[in-house]
């Protein structure tokens, strides 16, 4: 018997389309549903059901909330209905296209914050995906459990493209009805097909269905079967009729009688209820699918007419190449209306091989049946759980002395032309190439090594900085940022921030490199780029900017260009301030987002420099917002998760947390403390920095000092084990930053509201 109790799992929420919403999503969610509460009566599922832009629709009960697609609120709302239901995993049927922002990443925000492991169906899996598809796939691969696809082919792509390890990935194969293999003659009689071979094709119509090829096949196979008819089964795709209308489907029609076989093509328009559309499935004596793309990983279509025994005649996509080895099918090449004819007519002259694919199709649907699947599901679920990371206890007392800074990490994602910038594991990940903003940081980080490693670092730097040189697009005043592997730009010009970052690490480049011909190299090149920096108009850019100018007047204080760049761009954020401020909220804008405590430093750093005592104050003030800000219940640091990124005045959400913000809060604390010497901004350098070790919401330490190393970011249940150059160097930073600041404040000593010995804490 398949299904029965579960010992673990007493709660699913189940996310995706559901009807009455017109689509194969909704059917197949549906259907799981239907399968895991039969399957399993102790098993409650809760289901959340997307809802297109401007849409509504009549669910019944057993959904329990629904999604606005476009709607961040929507998605937050959801986590935290599906955290207070107490579910115990989250299945989610995924389709690039059902979900809100660049290629779905909304959906990201709402697993996030989720508190229960996570299972997601692929029902698209990309060869070819676009940066925006690869970065959501990457997302939800950290995120998930599991991956389960319906194909091996799904699961040949996860691994060879998108880099998932096998053990991630489960093949369960679409479901499909438990229906007693019948003769056509009883449903054709009840349709009106007597006296006919029926060749069917069903499922929302659209051009990519290659219905024309089979209308165009016709005359050739009435030429010598007359009652051959050809029944198209389906309500045309709903995101077509909002922008055509029935054209397509009138196209379709104008075709068959110019071809002189109106008679032969009966189109049957709408979505009809599962058991009518089976009846029709039954009554079909071939199943045809013409599609016109290979990349179908799945077709829930096809998966029913196997199930169904119906000998079927498919092109090459995915799925029918591999459904139908075995003889189970015959498969004839993309929209080649000759091979059709070829097929079908061998097919309707030799029933004994009709009738030995109907009983193989058949014999292989009953692997496929819904109980099947729900066993399968809820395996699957049941070993997410078991597998979910164990928290770890934190120690009574922690050593938090900062790790030696070690250059192993940032080797091994650097070659000879710079810092690679995304890794698979500890691999690097050449497929996503190179970005200046990750080798300005780099050129930066190796000014601060010193001991053994100072020769190397020096090697190093020359590579970052003859990056940071080529991506200078000196005809537009811009930088390029991003670069292929094969060391082609792939723009003429790069974000805003990333000319900020340049400069920075220009500037800082001409204050703290020991070789003075870099820093001649430095000075120069910042000399041209400088006057650029005017025209930009984005809050971090101008902090990173600033923070570069400001470095320059450390070395040459009388650097007019330098100084004229630090007051321009200083007044601008006290402006920016200004008017983004209320009596609880003290920030610069009306939200918070990524590298936030940049901004208060440059503040403070021109506040400092500038002399203006009302700059330098407002500059604390926003850094000390943000500390608070910044502090889960326990005190400890957590860093501005990315769900919180353009929510309008709210307090911060506490996940993905990446490695950049406690850096970025550890050089601010610095700044603080150098200019005010309380002991207050030590304290909270300490914080960020113990956030690296495990002092953080979920336990986890992220960093690993004796390999140089830092993983990508804190999820809601475990750490992104992917260790690219970003988080690498901000470690690395927060090592060589806390190094120093501990040997200026124990070298001060102490004050009354000192914390003791401040290598502990």
Not at 156 to 162: C, D, G, T, W
Not at 247 to 271: H, P
Not at 305 to 320: C, Q, R
Request: include cysteine.
């Amino acid at each position: 018997m398949i299904g029965g109790k579960t010992g673990t799992i007493k709660r699913v929420a189940l996310i995706g389309n559901y009807p009455p919403r017109l689509c194969g999503i909704a059917t197949f969610t549906f259907d799981v549903h239907a399968a895991l509460t039969a399957a399993f009566p102790d098993v409650s599922v809760d289901v959340y059901a997307m809802e297109d832009p401007g849409t509504t629709h009549a669910y019944p009960a057993t959904v329990c909330c629904t999604i606005a697609q476009d709607d961040l609120a929507d998605y937050r709302a959801a986590a935290h209905r599906i955290n207070a239901s107490g579910a115990d995993v989250v299945i989610v049927q995924h389709e690039y296209g059902i979900f809100g922002g660049d290629s779905g990443v909304h959906l990201l925000r709402l697993l996030d914050r989720v508190s229960a492991p996570v299972v997601v169906t692929l029902h698209t899996v990309l060869e070819a995906p676009n940066s925006g598809q690869r970065a959501v796939l990457d997302a939800l691969a950290r995120r998930a459990s599991k991956l389960i696809v319906m194909a091996e082919k799904g699961r040949e792509i996860l691994e060879r493209v998108n880099g998932v390890a096998s053990d991630m990935i489960a093949v369960v194969p679409h479901g499909v009805p438990d229906r007693p293999l019948l003769p056509t003659g009883e449903h054709k009689a009840r349709f009106g097909f007597d006296g006919h071979d029926v060749l069917l094709t069903f499922g929302l119509l659209s051009p990519n269905k290659g219905i024309e090829t089979v209308i165009e096949a016709l005359p050739d196979i009435v030429a010598t079967h007359p009652q051959a008819l050809y029944v198209v089964l389906g309500a045309t795709h709903p995101h077509l009729v909002a922008r055509e209308g029935e054209a397509y489907r009138e196209r379709l029609i104008a075709l068959a009688a110019d071809r002189g076989v109106a008679d032969n093509v009966r189109f049957i328009d709408g979505f009809l209820e599962q058991e009518l559309l089976l009846d029709y499935l039954a009554a079909a004596d071939v199943y045809v699918t013409p599609y016109l793309n290979e990349a179908q990983i799945t077709s829930g279509t096809l998966s029913y007419a196997v199930a169904l025994g119906k000998p079927v005649v498919s092109t090459p996509y995915w799925h029918a190449t591999e459904l139908l080895a075995d003889d189970v099918g015959i498969i004839v090449p993309f929209g080649e209306s000759p091979a059709f004819v070829t097929a079908i007519n061998g097919l309707l002259d030799d029933r004994a091989r009709m009738e030995r694919m109907r009983e193989r199709a058949y014999a292989i649907g009953r692997s496929m049946i819904w109980p099947r699947l729900a066993a399968a599901y809820l395996a699957i679920c049941e070993d997410a759980i078991a597998r979910r990371p164990v928290r770890l206890k934190r120690s009574e007392r922690e050593p938090v002395a900062p790790a030696r800074a070690r250059l192993d990490g940032v080797e091994r994602l650097t070659d000879g032309c710079g810092i690679i910038q995304h890794s698979i594991f500890a691999v690097p990940d050449r497929d996503h190439g190179y970005c200046v903003d990750d080798n300005c940081r780099a050129l930066m980080l190796m000014h601060q090594y010193d001991g053994d490693d100072m020769a190397r670092a020096d090697v190093l730097a020359t590579v970052y900085a003859s990056f940071v040189q080529h991506a200078w697009n000196g005809d537009i005043g811009r930088f390029r940022n991003f670069m292929g592997f094969d060391r082609g730009w792939l723009e003429s010009e790069g974000s805003e921030d990333s000319f900020g970052r340049s400069l920075w690490s220009i500037g800082v480049t001409v204050s703290e490199a020991r070789s003075a011909d870099m820093r001649r190299w430095a000075l120069h090149l910042f000399d041209q780029v400088a006057p650029h920096a005017e025209a930009l108009g984005s809050l971090r850019a101008w902090a990173f900017a600033l923070l570069g100018a400001d470095a320059v007047l450390d070395a040459h204080p009388g650097h007019a260009p330098a100084r004229r760049l630090v007051a321009n761009l200083a007044a601008r954020l006290v402006r920016q301030l200004a008017a983004a401020r209320r009596p609880d909220w003290v920030w610069f804008e009306t939200v918070l987002s990524y590298d936030n405590a940049r901004v208060p430093q440059a503040l403070i750093k021109a506040g400092k420099r500038l002399g203006d005592e009302t700059m330098l104050g407002d500059g604390l003030a926003t850094l000390d917002w943000l500390d608070g800000m910044q502090r889960n219940a326990e005190g400890q640091f957590r860093a501005i998760g990315t769900d919180s990124f353009g929510i309008p005045f709210a307090a911060p959400l506490p996940f993905d947390q990446q490695p950049l913000e406690a850096w970025a809060t550890i050089d601010a604390a610095a700044t603080a403390y150098a200019v005010t010497g309380d002991r207050r901004w030590v304290d909270t350098a300490w914080v960020a920095y113990r956030w690296y070790g495990g002092a953080n919401d979920i336990g986890l330490p992220i960093s690993a000092p004796e390999e140089g190393d830092c993983f990508d970011g804190l999820m809601s249940d475990r750490v992104n084990l992917n260790r690219g150059a970003e988080s690498v160097l901000a470690f690395q930073f927060a090592c060589c930053g806390m190094a120093r600041l501990l040997g200026k404040a124990n070298s001060v000593g102490g004050t009354r509201d000192a914390p003791g010995d401040l290598r502990y804490r």
